[in-house]
């Protein structure tokens, strides 16, 4: 339940609640405590990058930041594409076979567009750290998406994809030298239907930059599929644990529960639940000075600790409920961004303690 | 006045904006504005779950065509079904449809083509304004549809383009290349951005308006800057925590928004925070804060 006691922690939730930033307060908190801590982030903005004083150089790159801390602070900016070129050079029997594939039209549109590319990429590189074991802690952002879980799946579906046969149809031969469609008898009735489906749907062209890509990628995919089923494990082994980040209010509460539930199901290691953003409440106003604006906020105020306790009520004692308020400003520099670190971790020390939190 | 009379003659909108910001609201809003304006709306929803309903106060649609108020129609869609559906239009022969929806290639080719879902979609509305819709609704005047809130906006708005480049003949190709015409169509398509005014979503709208500006020749019909917090009271030292953060709050929202406005000289809507959990109630009050706005413009 602990992250500090996790050399993984992977931070997941919906779009917006401000995971990202999170992350990265996690893992400078992990330096603080004298661990060398990457934290490997999606899309951050600006202002963090600006406060983690890295940019494009970080691409896919363990870049050290300046913290100052006791011990070492990496940040590295996912990109799918770069990772996924980065496969090809690696189980490419030979260069030209890799410059083959990346050079292929479909494979150019496809790596960055294919659904849930992104997401198994991050898996991949994290895969990739976890396995080099450089560092102490690894702290993952995840992609923004609406169902969440969909990051998780993606090792699971490369290699339902890859066990499925679709590839045995693709990877037969379906043009000669002249780049005409061959005969397709051996195939079976079904190979051929689908074929000529296919032509008709979408015409030669595709069909034959898509057969030229499986062919070329045919020599990877072995080593692709163990590498699937190898991430897999990772991310439900022990030694990984999620933190499930959601934005305030008791209409999010359902969402979050829903994802907490599918989480452990699938049998991943769901530590704290942090609702973030958290409107304080405000003091009563006198009647005559009381504004819309002041009506506003004291509801939001409600709104917000009525989600809390609903969510505190429903996960029991399951997992810790970490409360973090709407902070005046995002972070922008590795003060600020220290400050929510220790916020989140004595906030979550009183969970674990029990002690509950003061209203 | 003028979007008004803009949003009046389009044929297709689509709502566009990062998660959290509010897009599903709006759409709805939006939806409910030009119905009140005597338009017949079709809202369209490719969310993997189903919600709008719940913003119109209707039973969930399961797929089908429902009238949630009166000339504000709803239809939830699962672009799967759609390029299924597609199949089944192509093929005719029973056994043979079976059997292609079953193969692994069909699946993962439509999964895996970048772009497909968007064109399935994009073809269902083009479809409905036509007049192929079904019985209960031949043809809306406007399809509004509320895009999925992943990457960004400008992908939906350029698949069916890339599609249409990748695949030139065949009737998916034929379909990309309709949709494409259709969305180079000003008179026809238009769009609404949604965001608010925090850093990251600002930012965001900030690279789809460009994005927009040099890879479709286009800008968005409106931009709405959704939940702002209002003016806070004079600041003064006996201020809890509560009060200095709401003054905060603003503040960061009149930042974003000039850095917005430096940029955007277009038609620009903006909808104040709201003591109103999401659901009908809200929809409405921001229906009447668009209509004003717009009515200002």
């Not at chain 1, 991949?124 to 976890?130: G, M």
């Not at chain 1, 939001?300 to 600790?305: F, N």
């Not at chain 2, 079976?98 to 193969?103: G, M, N, Q």
Request: hydrophobic content about 40%; glycine content about 8%.
């Amino acid at each position: 339940m602990d992250p500090r006691r996790h050399p993984l922690v992977i931070v997941v939730g919906g779009g917006g609640v401000g995971k990202t930033t999170l992350a990265a307060a996690i893992g400078l908190a992990s330096a603080h405590a004298g661990d060398d801590t990457l934290v490997m982030t999606f899309d951050p903005s600006l202002r963090l990058k600006d406060a983690l004083g890295v940019g494009d150089e970080a691409i896919n790159e363990e870049t050290p930041v300046a913290s100052h801390t006791a011990g070492r602070l990496w940040a590295s900016l996912l990109d799918a594409r770069t990772t996924f070129d980065r496969l090809i050079h690696r189980y490419a029997p030979d260069e030209a076979a890799g410059q083959r594939i990346l050079t292929n039209r479909f494979y150019d549109r496809l790596s960055g567009n294919l659904a849930g590319a992104l997401e198994y990429m991050a898996s991949e590189r994290l895969f990739e750290v976890a396995d080099e074991g450089l560092h102490d802690r690894v702290v993952l952002d995840t992609p923004p998406t609406r169902q969440a879980i969909d990051f998780l799946g993606a090792p699971e579906r490369i290699v339902s994809f890859l066990d499925s046969g679709a590839l045995r149809i693709a990877l037969k031969p379906w043009f000669d030298d002249q780049g005409k469609l061959k005969a397709t008898s051996r195939l079976g009735i079904l190979g051929r239907n689908v074929e000529s489906f296919l032509d008709r749907m979408v015409g030669l062209e595709l069909l034959r930059d898509m057969a030229e890509f499986f062919q070329a990628f045919a020599p990877l995919f072995e080593g692709f599929r163990e590498r699937a089923l190898q991430v897999q494990d990772l991310l439900k082994s022990p030694r990984t644990l999620f933190i499930l980040v959601s934005g305030p209010g008791s209409g999010r509460v359902a969402d979050t529960l829903f994802f907490a539930r599918r989480l452990t199901e699938a049998g991943y290691n769901l530590g704290p639940i942090v609702v973030n953003r958290v409107h304080p409440l405000l003091k009563p106003v006198h009647p005559a000075t009381k504004t819309e604006g002041h009506r506003l906020l004291s509801w939001l105020g409600r709104r917000d600790h009525e989600g809390v306790a609903e969510l505190r009520d429903l996960v029991g004692d399951s997992h810790p409920v970490v409360e973090i308020p709407l902070l005046p400003d995002e972070p922008t520099d590795l003060k600020s961004l220290s400050a929510l670190g220790e916020l989140f971790e004595s906030r979550l020390d009183e969970e674990l303690s029990g002690r509950g939190t003061p209203s | 006045m003028e979007v008004l009379k803009r949003l009046d003659q389009l044929e297709l909108l689509v709502v566009t904006g990062k998660g959290g910001v509010g897009k599903s609201t709006v759409s709805a809003a939006l939806g409910a504005l030009l119905a009140n304006r005597g338009r017949t709306v079709l809202l369209l929803e490719v969310d993997p779950r189903e919600n709008l309903h719940l913003l119109l106060d209707t039973p969930p649609s399961g797929g089908e065509i429902v009238e949630a108020a009166s000339n504000l129609w709803l239809q939830h869609l699962e672009p799967r079904k759609l390029l299924d559906d597609l199949v089944r239009e192509k093929l005719k022969v029973g056994a043979l449809v079976r059997k292609i929806l079953s193969s692994p290639v069909h699946r993962h080719f439509t999964e895996g083509c970048p772009g497909l879902k968007e064109t399935a979609v994009f073809g269902r509305a083009l479809r409905m304004v036509e007049g192929h819709g079904p019985k209960k609704l031949r043809k809306p005047d406007v399809v509004i549809l509320d895009a999925p809130a992943s990457g960004h906006g400008i992908a939906w708005m350029a698949a069916p383009r890339l599609v249409a480049e990748v695949i030139s003949s065949g009737p998916i190709g034929h379909l990309a290349t309709e949709i494409t015409t259709f969305l180079e169509d000003r008179d026809r398509f238009g769009s609404v951005v949604v965001t608010t005014a925090e850093e990251m979503p600002i930012q965001e709208t900030i690279e789809l308006l460009e994005a927009m500006e040099q890879r479709l020749d286009r800008r968005p019909e409106l931009v709405v800057v959704n939940a702002l917090y209002p003016s806070a009271p004079k600041p003064r030292r006996s201020d809890d925590e509560a009060t200095r953060l709401w003054a905060r709050r603003r503040a960061v929202n009149e930042e974003e928004l000039a850095r917005l406005t430096s940029i955007w000289d277009g038609p620009l809507a903006e909808v104040a925070l709201e003591p109103i959990d999401a659901g009908p109630t809200l929809v409405g009050v921001v229906g009447e804060q668009l209509a004003l706005d717009l009515r200002r413009t």
